[in-house]
């Protein structure tokens, strides 16, 4: 009898070691909580089972990290760097990670979005050009187009002035000849010598870390999302931070964009310490060997104070880790000026090294990318064309302005 009584008791204990070492390994989401009374120490959950020797992960799919707890006010670098067991990179039975295409081509692939665009600015200054000869009110009219479209003064005068140089071969040109005319010059205000690289590859041993900056609702946890997928998409391991703790959706957001790729976030509580969750996306990146950890900051801040205050100590508390090598700010097609004057905000708080440009499926005004980077002095280096997962492309001036003009 007392036989039997031990073997159910083994029985049991090894049903409840085994259910939750499944659990453990399905995590893809290490969260930091914040200690209750004095709200600086951050915990993770151990793993339930004893750890075990496991394989680094490949690809981007380090998972489930189980991290001794530390005690990091202002995520102070630790005094004894942390173990971290990393369990195998395959999902969970049953699981399968998308694979997104890879960014080359996307552009191309998407420009068709541009339709608003394309019907206002393209259609109507190929409608234009097209006139047998081109009066003062013609060549007003290209300039509204031009202006309407967001293209600003100074690149709408020059691009006035070549076409008018141009008008006596105009005369007698083909459609094709026309477009390709306006491609040219559009192709030629949208800076096509800019570099436009991201800087998101591994350097002296670490990870690149991407911050992502911008107001609220511009569309940066999407775009982080996005990005994490073109990153995917290209064969890079990725972590992704949730450092935006003002919204605990924005947070849930992430690890669903995340955990569609195999792709690891970090998060703390809602409301908890920005800098903290980034410091920890960028420790466990160190960690895992990843190539990239992008964090997602909080735009919510009402003044520029503290805007300014608290990228700034994303940024210092981030670089005990690794150098950031890419700020990305995010802003809104469809804002218009409005964007722009919420964008200096931000290129003061901290070195903006690139735009991405959301919404631009959303907008007539795609001119919009010549003005912000003639007013920001900033490369807008991707374009969000729709609410899609993979509707994130790489900017290139030759296509967008292609896009912008429509087909012959
Ligand atoms: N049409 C279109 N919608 C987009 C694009 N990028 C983002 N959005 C949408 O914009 C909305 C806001 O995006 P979020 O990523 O939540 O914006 P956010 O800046 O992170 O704001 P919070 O989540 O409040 O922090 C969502 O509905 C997105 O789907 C885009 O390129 N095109």
């Excluded at 049953?94 to 541009?114: D, I, K, M, Q």
């Excluded at 031009?146 to 005369?171: F, H, M, N």
């Excluded at 990725?238 to 003002?246: H, N, Q, R, S, Y």
Aim: hydrophobic share 40%; charged share 25%.
């Amino acid at each position: 009898m007392e036989f039997v009584l031990i073997a159910i008791a083994i029985l049991v204990v090894g049903l409840i070691l085994g259910v939750s070492l499944l659990v453990g390994r399905g995590r893809r989401t290490t969260r930091l909580d914040d200690d209750a009374l004095g709200g600086t120490t951050l915990t993770r959950p151990r793993p339930p089972a004893p750890p075990v020797e496991q394989p680094r992960p490949t690809g981007s799919t380090a998972s489930g990290l189980g991290l001794p707890q530390t005690d990091q006010p202002d995520a102070v670098v630790p005094e004894t760097p942390p173990s971290v067991e990393l369990p195998p990179a395959e999902p969970e039975p049953g699981l399968v990670f998308e694979t997104p295409l890879p960014s080359a081509g996307r552009l191309v692939r998407l420009r068709s979005r541009l339709a608003r665009s394309q019907s206002s600015l393209g259609r109507g200054l190929l409608t234009v050009l097209a006139r047998e000869q081109l009066t003062e009110d013609d060549w007003e009219e290209i300039e509204e187009t031009l202006l309407a479209a967001d293209v600003g003064v100074a690149s709408t005068t020059r691009i006035v002035e070549r076409l008018r140089t141009q008008s006596l071969v105009l005369a007698t040109a083909s459609g094709a000849d026309l477009r390709e005319l306006l491609v040219r010059e559009l192709t030629a205000v949208l800076g096509p010598d800019l570099d436009r690289t991201l800087g998101t590859g591994r350097s002296e041993g670490r990870p690149g870390v991407v911050l992502v900056v911008g107001v609220n609702g511009a569309g940066k946890t999407t775009t982080v999302g996005k990005l994490a997928r073109v990153l995917v998409g290209d064969g890079r391991s990725v972590i992704l931070g949730a450092a935006d703790t003002f919204r605990a959706a924005a947070a849930d957001q992430l690890e669903t964009w995340g955990e569609r790729v195999g792709v690891l976030t970090v998060r703390g509580r809602e409301g908890g310490d920005p800098a903290a969750v980034a410091f920890e996306a960028v420790r466990t990146g160190v960690e895992a060997e990843v190539d990239t950890v992008v964090v997602d900051t909080a735009g919510r801040l009402h003044t520029k104070s503290g805007l300014m205050d608290e990228l700034g100590k994303v940024k210092r508390v981030v670089e005990k880790q690794a150098p950031v090598t890419e700020v990305l700010l995010v802003l809104d097609a469809t804002t218009g000026q409005n964007g722009v004057v919420q964008a200096r905000v931000f290129t003061e708080a901290v070195h903006v090294t690139g735009v991405v440009l959301t919404k631009l499926d959303g907008t007539a005004k795609g001119g919009i990318v010549v003005r912000v980077q003639q007013e920001l002095g900033i490369p807008v280096k991707l374009i969000g064309l729709g609410e899609g997962p993979d509707d994130l492309a790489p900017f290139e001036p030759r296509a967008f302005a292609e896009g912008l003009v429509g087909e012959a």
